[in-house]
């Protein structure tokens, strides 16, 4: 069964542009020039239940304006979006029972208090009741390795300590889908493979559909078995990631060797295709070569 | 239903009382803004104290009469900032998309807003008025009536300034506008409306909603009028309703953002 579906989906933002200086400013006023900015453009796809799926693109995009259409927070122009079989824009808050977010650049926790006075606000939020409530927060301060400060106010935290918290408190209840938008933003090395192992953990043990978003290729390649790379608001490429790391660069190194006898000053991965070593190019560099081919980077 | 409202109802409070945990955790703060705000209201009313032993009545009030107004004022002010603070700041977290939290969560995002944050120098101009009021001696009809006006012009205060602030899904730097519409109801709030004639009434009955929110219910709480109690009603209804409406017309237009913030 289908966790999200989205056919065609749209959004445009209007933006304001005047010209510099404060005769530009005084123009403005007279003469507004307004632009449209298509943010997402006929964007389809589908993800399965209990799929982890990475959603990425290189800065504007459209990632986050598409999650945030399927989380309810934004209306689309046009297309439709269902995410366990409701539109987000006509049944937000049935939704919002279902689904849990994550924005690792946005706090939603309250920083003067606690992990656990947190966890009690969203257990009251979820409609959860306070023996349900505790429960949870035994088993998942127990999970997330949280009992050591969990008494301890937000703003006292390590940036790793706040996210697992963020983490948790968007799982309370239990979401059948988890949106993750940048989870692992200026983590270390080892609090960044901790967070992997509990999402990969709660995907196998509660079968929560993840949907990621991140510009960590760490992220997208230890948990997500597909991507989907989105570029000036549209879909560039949708793939498996063991299909792309496998395939994308046999195919690039055959379209690099017809281009050799043309324009023989290929670099980067034109050289490794020269070189006939595939497999040393990572997932990184991989996608990076997707942006640039698309005109980003 | 019922579950539904109670279970929103559970959430508004915690929220409320997490604001004041937050304002508690520094004790001393929080009761010099209390003591300080009681102390900043009582210290204008000296100029009335002058003003009524140089005449016997201004614009019709006496000088209890003006106590009452004032205390209305005071408390309708503190308790919309005790509950619904967040009114005030609506064009910030509108302008720099701070709304994403609230929509994303299971419940009334209106209410949600409002609740979200609470002016702790409120809970001085909520005790000043009710101290104000007890000082007159209404007797118990009068405090009653003083209670339910209060009430009302805590969501009068509320309603207009979520009508304002939520014209920022459409206009930039509404933040000023919604400012000065404010204080300019509280500043007149507190002068007897017989002072004011020709348009400047009108305009205080029919722009700024002063006359319909605050002096009505002062003649109510000095003359008891039935008509003029269900007017105050009515109004504060349509008021609130529009409000409501243009909000949440104007969250159809909202475009969130990419600013790093935190929930302080």
């Not at chain 1, 799926?53 to 309810?72: D, E, R, V, W, Y």
């Not at chain 2, 279970?7 to 520094?26: A, P």
Request: glycine content about 8%; aromatic content about 8%.
């Amino acid at each position: 069964m289908q966790a999200i579906e989205v056919e065609n989906l749209s959004k445009t933002f209007r933006v304001k542009r005047k010209e510099k200086g404060i005769r530009g400013s005084i123009g403005a006023i007279w003469h507004p020039r307004i632009e449209e900015i298509q943010a997402v453009n006929g964007v389809s796809f589908a993800v399965e239940e209990g799929e982890m799926l990475a959603f990425i693109g290189p800065n504007g995009a459209g990632k986050s304006t598409t999650i945030k259409m399927l989380t309810g927070i934004l209306y689309p122009d046009g297309g439709r979006v269902e995410v366990l079989g409701m539109e987000p824009m006509k049944k937000r808050r049935q939704l919002a029972y279902q689904i849990g977010t994550v924005f690792g650049q946005k706090e939603q926790l309250w920083t003067h208090l606690t992990p656990n006075d947190n966890f009690r606000f969203f257990g009251a939020i979820y409609d959860l009741s306070e023996r349900e409530t505790e429960e949870r927060i035994e088993e998942l301060s127990e999970r997330f390795a949280l009992k050591d400060f969990i008494d301890t106010p937000v703003r006292n935290l390590s940036l790793g300590q706040r996210i697992r918290c963020e983490i948790v408190a968007s799982l309370l209840h239990k979401p059948k889908v988890l949106f993750l938008d940048e989870p692992t933003i200026g983590l270390d090395p080892v609090v960044k493979e901790n967070v992997r192992e509990l999402i990969r953990q709660m995907n196998r043990e509660e079968h929560t559909t993840i949907f990621l978003t991140s510009h960590d290729v760490g992220d997208i390649e230890k948990l997500c078995q597909r991507i989907i790379i989105v570029n000036d608001g549209q879909i560039v490429l949708d793939d498996s990631v063991e299909h792309l790391k496998n395939h994308y660069l046999h195919h690039k190194s055959a379209e690099n060797e017809l281009q050799k006898e043309t324009a023989p000053s290929m670099e980067g991965m034109a050289a490794a295709a020269e070189n006939g070593d595939a497999s040393d190019a990572s997932l990184e560099d991989i996608i990076v070569e997707i942006y640039k081919a698309q005109g980003e980077v | 239903m019922l579950t539904v409202v109670k279970n929103q109802l559970r959430v508004c409070f915690l929220s409320i009382q997490y604001n004041i945990m937050r304002e508690m955790v520094n004790k001393v703060t929080f009761l010099t803004n209390v003591v300080f705000m009681v102390l900043n209201d009582a210290s204008i009313l000296v100029q009335w104290f002058i003003l009524f032993r140089l005449r016997d009545d201004v614009g019709g009030y006496s000088l209890r009469e003006v106590l009452m107004l004032w205390g209305l004022v005071a408390a309708s002010f503190g308790l919309s900032n005790i509950l619904f603070a967040r009114a005030l700041s609506l064009p910030n977290l509108i302008i720099n998309g701070k709304l994403d939290a609230y929509l994303v969560q299971p419940k009334n995002v209106l209410l949600g807003v409002l609740t979200s944050e609470t002016r702790i120098s409120a809970i001085g101009d909520l005790l000043y008025g009710v101290i104000l009021v007890c000082v007159c001696r209404p007797g118990v009809g009068g405090f009653c009536l003083f209670l339910l006006f209060t009430i009302t012009g805590a969501l009068a205060f509320t309603a207009f300034a979520l009508l304002l602030g939520s014209l920022s899904f459409w206009f930039v730097r509404m933040d000023i506008l919604q400012n000065q519409m404010l204080m300019g109801m509280i500043n007149f709030g507190t002068y007897p409306d017989g002072i004011f004639q020709g348009a400047a009434r009108i305009l205080l009955y029919v722009l700024l909603p002063v006359g319909m929110a605050l002096w009505l219910p002062s003649h109510v709480m000095a003359r008891f009028d039935g008509k003029m109690l269900m007017a105050v009603l009515g109004y504060v209804f349509l008021l609130s309703a529009a409000a409501v409406a243009v909000f949440y017309r104007g969250l159809k237009r909202y475009a969130s953002g990419n600013l790093m913030e935190a929930r302080l």
